[in-house]
């Protein structure tokens, strides 16, 4: 396999490209998080979303730590090749360390951002500290 569809995407100066994962069946937004080339890679090649860790600075297999691990149904980049879009299926239904199925569980209302989802399993039972 040649790496002529990595080539393709316009990474950022940092080496980053945002990448969107949308539940497959549904379509709701889960989260948004970065990618390098390498996870790129990973997540084609193990069929699950990776991500790159801006604040661990080093790779990020989603669900490591949680389970809640990322199938990855399909993959695509928008027109401007400067953004992924997967489509996942999100093991365990929860996406956000908060606990929630989807990390845009604040919506602005009356001036003000008013958490909208619910909290399906406390992130104390989630994480081992």
Not at 46 to 68: C, D, F, N, T, V
């Amino acid at each position: 396999m040649t790496d002529s569809w990595l080539e393709q995407i316009k990474w950022s100066k940092d080496g980053l490209v945002p990448a969107i994962a949308q539940d497959y069946q549904t379509g709701r937004v889960l989260m948004l998080a970065w990618m390098n080339r390498e996870a790129l890679e990973k997540t084609i090649s193990e069929q699950r979303a990776i991500y790159w860790s801006r604040s661990r600075q080093k790779l990020w297999r989603k669900g490591e730590e949680s389970g809640h691990i990322q199938k990855l149904h399909e993959l695509r980049i928008d027109c401007d090749q400067d953004a992924v879009l997967m489509q996942v299926e999100q093991l365990g239904s929860i996406a956000c360390h908060t606990g929630r199925e989807s990390c845009f569980y604040l919506q602005f209302d009356q001036q003000k951002w008013q958490a909208v989802d619910p909290v399906i399993k406390s992130p104390d039972t989630i994480y081992k500290k």
